[in-house]
Nanobody
Framework: QVQLVESGGGLVQPGGSLRLSCAAS????????MGWYRQAPGKQQRELVA?????????????VKGRFTISRNNAKTDNAKNTVYLQMNSLKPEDTAVYYC?????????WGQGTQVTVSS
C-alpha cells in the first residue's frame, strides 16, 4: 500500500506561481513513477500534466512545457518519504483544475485526494 498526501494548492493571479507537493509513504521502494494529473471544471476526464520516473526521466503535457517543472526526492531510508513536486510558473486561467498526485508500483496506480488550483484575477 502507498499513501499520498498533497499540499500547495490555492488561489493565484494569472502570471503567478505555485508549488505543489505530494508525499508518498508506505511501500515506497516499489514506486517507479510519480506525477500529476488534473481535472478542469466541467470536464469528465483527467489529463496528464507531468510524470517523473525513478531514473528522473520526465514527461509533460504540451501546454505546460516551459512553465511547469516536476522533480522528486527519493527516500533514502525506510522511514523517509518519496516526495514529488510540481513547480508551476506563469500560471494561466486555463490551468485552473483539481490536481491529483499519482504513484505507480508494478501492480497498481495510487492516487492522492486532489488539491485545488485556481488561477483568477
Amino acid at each position: 500500500q502507498v499513501q499520498l498526501v498533497e499540499s500547495g494548492g490555492g488561489l493565484v493571479q494569472p502570471g503567478g506561481s505555485l508549488r505543489l507537493s505530494c508525499a508518498a509513504s508506505g511501500s515506497i521502494f516499489s514506486i517507479y513513477n510519480m506525477g500529476w494529473y488534473r481535472q478542469a471544471p466541467g470536464k469528465q476526464q483527467r489529463e496528464l500534466v507531468a510524470t517523473i520516473t525513478s531514473g528522473d526521466s520526465t514527461n509533460y503535457l504540451d501546454s505546460v512545457k516551459g512553465r511547469f517543472t516536476i522533480s522528486r526526492n527519493n527516500a533514502k531510508t525506510d522511514n523517509a518519504k518519496n516526495t514529488v513536486y510540481l513547480q508551476m510558473n506563469s500560471l494561466k486561467p486555463e490551468d485552473t483544475a483539481v490536481y491529483y498526485c499519482l504513484a505507480d508500483v508494478p501492480t497498481k496506480r495510487y492516487w492522492g485526494q486532489g488539491t485545488q488550483v485556481t488561477v483568477s484575477s
